[in-house]
T-cell receptor, first 114, second 117 residues
Framework: AQSVTQLDSQVPVFEEAPVELRCNYS??????LFWYVQYPNQGLQLLLK??????LVKGINGFEAEFNKSQTSFHLRKPSVHISDTAEYFC????????????FGKGTRLSVIA | GAVVSQHPSWVICKSGTSVKIECRSL??????MFWYRQFPKQSLMLMAT?????????EQGVEKDKFLINHASLTLSTLTVTSAHPEDSSFYIC?????????????FGDGTRLSIL
């Protein structure tokens, strides 16, 4: 079974400052890793994913994440945040089987302050 | 890209009412769909896996008779909250994976906000 730990439940940051949202996972098998964003009263939008290959993954809205197998981490970063980045961010993991659902972390609330 | 449509987006009803939520895959056929529940300021909790043409697989602690799931076609799964009570109020989200995209991530509907008075 897989599990995901998002170490920070809330992250306040000033506009145009850099941000890192932390994610660690646990699994006994190879996994795929994802970051999703959720705006209020909406579903989830995929930011980026790691399936294989380069460990640095670039996503939408200027976000990127780095897969670190030795540290079992997949931290999300953005060099300069905007007010519009205020949202809930979820890290998720999936094994390689087609019909298994994603397992989510508890989420990190990013609040960008003007 | 693949789109999952969920309807309705918001429901307010009286206690004791049964509510049906639809989840459709618009441009792909989904043999498997997933239903999640999300409480305020919390993560998504998997409720059940909906399998086309067969019974749904429920997670531990989810009442099968309370949350009826029907996956009658390759593009439609429904979740019916039977005799809903205030404690069933929550945000329900469905998702599906396009089998034509291999092990690509799940696509999510926009969710249904259920409020039971």
């Amino acid at each position: 079974a897989q599990s995901v730990t998002q170490l920070d439940s809330q992250v306040p940051v000033f506009e145009e400052a850099p941000v890192e949202l932390r994610c660690n996972y646990s699994s006994s098998v190879s996994v795929y890793l994802f970051w999703y964003v959720q705006y209020p009263n909406q579903g989830l939008q995929l930011l980026l994913k790691y399936l294989s290959g380069s460990t640095l993954v670039k996503g939408i809205n200027g976000f990127e994440a780095e897969f670190n197998k030795s540290q079992t981490s997949f931290h999300l970063r953005k060099p300069s945040v905007h007010i519009s980045d205020t949202a809930e961010y979820f890290c998720a993991v999936s094994d390689l089987r087609r019909n298994t659902p994603l397992v989510f972390g508890k989420g990190t609330r990013l609040s960008v302050i003007a | 890209g693949a789109v999952v449509s969920q309807h309705p987006s918001w429901v307010i009803c009286k206690s004791g009412t049964s509510v049906k939520i639809e989840c459709r895959s618009l441009d792909f056929q989904a043999t498997t769909m997933f239903w999640y529940r999300q409480f305020p300021k919390q993560s998504l909790m998997l409720m059940a896996t909906s399998n086309e043409g067969s019974k749904a697989t429920y997670e531990q602690g989810v009442e099968k008779d309370k949350f009826l799931i029907n996956h009658a076609s390759l593009t439609l799964s429904t979740l019916t909250v039977t005799s809903a009570h205030p404690e069933d109020s929550s945000f329900y989200i469905c998702s599906a994976r396009d089998p034509g995209q291999g092990n690509q991530p799940q696509h999510f509907g926009d969710g249904t906000r259920l409020s039971i008075l």
